[in-house]
């Protein structure tokens, strides 16, 4: 089901290729925040302590037959493309990172060349936080591709302007271990798919042209326990995690991610410190490509 290693390659390569020209179709903003992370973008078949973006049919999704036949199918193309991650360190919890005055993807958005085109884009950002002594935060950034808004009759949609209810029942995380010790792959299991929302505590922060959903490690017992366990020998891991508005009904099938991250034998030493004290600034308003007419109620 899944391709070939050398279209895989393809597929990264051109993807590769794709962001060294963003300059010229007014998405600088987006390179800027792909290669300006303590994080760097790497290879994704041959690059360790980094990250890349795996392509879809890696994954199994559920197909169009699913409610009957049970059937997956590969996941096909992103609905975002992706924008950067974070790896960051603080002496607290980091909630709500793209409203800090520091966040470097929305200040490259904001300072974008092309007001026009940065302005109709919408960042989805999921702010994945680590306990512990020193608190950690891996935050993945994916925003709409260009001069592609988020139509308003689909899922995304009703997830991003959705009530925090409705997108708890519906935030879901596919993963797969790529590479790691034999514990690790036995406790995460090879290829796993769960209900964040329902799991974890989620917390969703609705901005006027973003959408940021921290999730709380902490929160589960079961959850820490397994991410200490790979922490542990995190310099030996490689993970694929797609990110995805679960289908329940024959209508919203198939399913299809909102992005993807490849995790690569990442080193703990890379975090940038982040001082948790900096205040939230309020941030300055833009349309957005998944607006609605209550941007306000969350």
């Avoid at 988020?150 to 925090?164: A, E, R, T, V, W």
């Avoid at 790691?180 to 042209?209: E, M």
Wanted: proline letters at 5%; one cysteine or more; aromatic letters at 8%.
């Amino acid at each position: 089901m899944c391709p070939t290693k050398n279209k895989q390659k393809h597929v990264h390569n051109h993807h590769r290729s794709s962001t060294s020209s963003m300059a010229g179709t007014g998405e600088d903003w987006r390179e800027e925040s792909i290669n300006g992370g303590s994080l760097k973008h790497v290879d994704l078949h041959t690059g360790s302590n980094g990250w890349a973006s795996p392509p879809g049919d890696l994954f199994s999704l559920r197909g169009p037959n699913y409610l009957t036949k049970k059937a997956k199918v590969p996941a096909g193309e992103w609905l975002m493309n992706p924008a950067g991650v974070d790896w960051l360190r603080s002496n607290a919890k980091l909630d709500h990172v793209l409203a800090r005055p520091d966040n470097r993807v929305m200040n490259a958005l904001r300072a974008s060349k092309n007001c026009e085109k940065s302005t109709k884009t919408f960042v989805i950002a999921i702010n994945l936080q680590v306990p512990g002594r020193d608190h950690y935060s891996a935050v993945f950034y994916f925003a709409t591709k260009i001069d592609e808004p988020i139509n308003s009759d689909s899922l995304l949609y009703q997830f991003i302007n959705g009530s925090d209810a409705f997108r708890s029942s519906r935030f879901k995380l596919v993963n797969k271990i790529v590479k790691g010790p034999w514990i690790v792959k036995t406790a995460v299991g090879n290829y796993s798919a769960c209900l964040l929302g329902k799991a974890l505590n989620c917390y969703y922060h609705r901005g006027p042209n973003y959408l940021e959903i921290d999730v709380d490690i902490g929160s589960s017992a079961i959850a820490t326990a397994i991410l200490r366990l790979a922490l542990g020998c995190v310099t030996a891991v490689t993970v694929d995690m797609g990110f995805l508005v679960e289908s329940q009904t024959e209508e919203e099938l198939p399913e299809r991610l909102i992005g993807a991250v490849r995790i690569a034998q990442m080193e703990m030493s890379s975090a940038t410190f982040v001082d948790s004290a900096t205040p939230s600034s309020k941030v300055l308003p833009m349309n957005s490509g998944g607006e609605s007419e209550n941007e306000d109620d969350e």
